[in-house]
């Protein structure tokens, strides 16, 4: 949610920032804006709307190409509607000071409030703008920045990651996070600070993580970390970003969204790298030391949420562990969590700073209880702040809609019910031809994937005027459908629900009539009949359907979509790409910006 990119070098800043902030777009999109010290002054450019309006109203000519240090932000708002004068960077009284913020100051109305009576005013109604004048309130106290900004941060509650520069100082950066990203890139003369990787990743791939508590001040040359508890400095050593640039563009795919879709075999291989051994075992070297758990919380949101649903099944049936799936947003303030000691709670995100699933991770702990993070970016606050981290390995995920994250933490999920199965000694003929069958599905999609396109193409021409849709599902497909649905939603803003198929005459066959279609996911497996009676029943009621289906059923709808019958609950692997394509050409179709899709953003720092 929102992103942040600062630079201090020896290069022209301007266009370093307005190119990093185009990497950072995906997190926000409503407004943007840049700062930087010209002349002495300060000089802030802010636009509504997307990042190509700032590039319009920005000069990158003339003195402009002197500047060699200025901050960046795009936005995705959470105080104050999307204007220009709500957008960052954020300016304080004297206007000594920039600011670009990504999070939310929870208290600061109070602060405001002490800040009006001490003269201030306002112009935005942001909680940055009051964090800049807290800043400077401060400083004007002592004359000391570092103080200042310590102080006001020690007030400031909630998450936040900044990035400030002062008038007075013109070539330094002053950063600091809490439950928020923020990177230090170094280069060679020149540092960065970005909300995530990408934004620099064409000048440096060596980096540095902020902890919660830092301070960090930027020059070109050098950087120091200081706590803010004590002002002692930290000594920090660089880490090498494994990926490149590459991986974070569209490589000629019309949407990153597509990109990633088809991107999804190659993460099957990558992810079960080094994961089977000779025997076909299951190898999860960081876990070889911890004991199958009595019974697994698992938490997530989103598309993660509806991968733990569907984990869910395969560590109760494998591993024969019962699991509880909560959402992060629910967990953390429910009023028990009764864990007992030998219980995992594992928490599961492809950013790995959702502030929700974060806070359930904290709770966790306070619990003593040992936790376990699924996770996508290395370096992210919740890799560092689980016990055991297994990484999902899926590369950089641009695209606002998470697709190739869930396949990866679905494989990761399967690999942790076999590798638990076999330390509890339930390993049978079942469970190794899963294991065999898990290192052919990269090869077996890949193939699928041209003609799950077309069909997903034709489906959504015929499909685009629906204004509601179900997606049904039974067993290990229910998960399945309600991601279709998400996905749905999220994309082509089309009302969208994921029921279990079982539940329709409970209620929500009401809804169906001739203009309600339904997406229904029946696999030839033991639910198959109970799933083409629910389809029978909606078809009494004149709904039309979509199945997706395996070549050897007899199931009679409008629309049938076939794709080979694997071993469950891998098939899984085959269904997902389906209901991705389906709604990435539902949406494209319809003239959605599918990347970056309304009100929403990649990284949800916010609760
Ligand atoms: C939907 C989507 C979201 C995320 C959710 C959790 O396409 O991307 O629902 O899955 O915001 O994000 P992570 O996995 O980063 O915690």
Redesign the pocket.
């Known amino acids: 949610m929102c992103g942040i990119i600062g630079y201090t070098g020896h290069r022209p800043a301007l266009p370093i920032v307005l190119e990093g902030l185009e990497h950072l777009e995906y997190r926000g999109y409503d407004s943007a804006g840049v700062g930087y010290v010209l002349n002495k002054e300060l000089t802030v450019v802010r636009t509504k709307g997307k990042l190509k309006n700032l590039r319009d109203a920005v000069s990158t000519t003339g003195s402009a190409l002197t500047v060699t240090c200025a901050i960046g932000h795009t936005r995705w708002a959470t105080h104050g509607i999307p204007e220009e004068r709500n957008a960052h960077p954020h300016v304080c009284a004297d206007k000594s000071l920039a600011i670009v913020h990504n999070g939310i100051i929870e208290n600061y109305l109070e602060i405001k409030e002490e800040l009006l009576a001490a003269g201030y005013s306002f112009y935005s109604d942001t909680d940055t703008e009051v964090l800049v004048n807290l800043i400077h309130f401060l400083r004007a106290k002592e004359n000391d920045l570092l103080g200042a900004f310590s102080k006001a941060l020690a007030r400031a509650n909630g998450t936040y990651a900044v990035c400030l520069i002062d008038v007075s100082n013109p070539g330094t950066l002053y950063a600091a996070r809490k439950s928020a990203p923020l990177i230090l890139g170094r280069g060679v003369g020149e540092s960065f600070i970005a909300s995530d990787v990408p934004a620099f990743l064409a000048y440096t791939r060596e980096v540095v993580f902020l902890e919660d508590g830092e301070i960090l001040v930027a020059e070109p040359e050098k950087h120091t970390i200081y706590r803010i508890a004590d002002g002692c400095t930290v000594k920090r050593s660089s880490q090498l970003i494994q990926w490149g640039m590459q991986a974070a563009q569209k490589g000629g795919y019309r949407h990153f969204m597509l990109k990633e879709i088809f991107e999804q075999p190659r993460v099957l291989k990558d992810c079960l790298t080094g994961r089977i051994n000779a025997q076909g075992n299951i190898v999860l070297p960081e876990l070889e030391n911890v004991a199958p758990p009595n019974r697994i919380h698992i938490i ?5 949420y509806h991968a733990g649903l569907w984990g869910q099944h395969l560590l109760e049936d494998l591993a024969q562990i019962p699991v509880s799936v909560e959402i992060a947003s629910e967990f953390r303030y429910k009023e028990r969590f009764l864990p007992d000691k030998n219980d995992l709670v594992l928490v599961i ?3 790995g700073e ?1 502030a929700d ?1 974060l806070a359930a991770l904290e709770r966790a702990k306070k619990e003593k209880i040992a936790t376990l993070g699924l996770c996508n970016v290395v370096g992210s606050s919740l890799a560092r702040e689980a016990d055991t981290v297994i990484y999902t390995q899926a590369g950089p995920e641009i695209s ?3 697709t190739k ?1 869930m396949t990866s933490q679905m494989l990761m999920l399967c690999t942790l019910a076999l590798f638990f199965a076999r330390k509890k000694g339930l390993i049978d003929k079942r469970q190794r031809t899963l294991a065999k069958t898990l290192s052919s599905l990269a090869v077996l999609l890949e193939a699928q994937l041209p003609n799950m396109h077309r069909r997903a193409q034709s489906l959504a021409r015929k499909y685009a005027e629906a204004r509601s849709f179900f997606y049904l599902g039974r067993g290990h497909c229910f998960p399945l459908a309600l991601e279709g649905a ?2 749905l939603k ?1 994309l082509s803003y089309i009302h969208a629900e994921g029921y279990a198929a079982g539940e329709m005459k409970h209620g929500p066959i009401a809804l169906i009539d001739s203009a309600f279609p339904t997406f229904v996911l029946a696999m030839n497996d033991s639910l198959y009949p109970k799933i083409r009676s629910n389809v029978v029943e909606i078809q009494s009621r004149e709904g039309h359907i979509i199945a997706l289906t395996n070549p050897e059923t007899d199931i009679d709808v409008d629309d049938r979509w076939e794709i080979p019958r694997i071993i469950d609950p891998l098939q899984a692997f085959l269904i997902l790409p389906c209901l991705q394509l389906f709604s990435y050409e539902m949406a494209d179709f319809l003239g959605k910006d599918v990347d970056q899709p309304r009100n929403l953003a990649k ?2 720092t916010v609760e």
Do not use: D, R
């Open positions: 997530a949101c989103g598309t993660s995100s492809q950013s959702t699933t606002v809609a998470s994250a998400l996905k999220e990284s949800v």
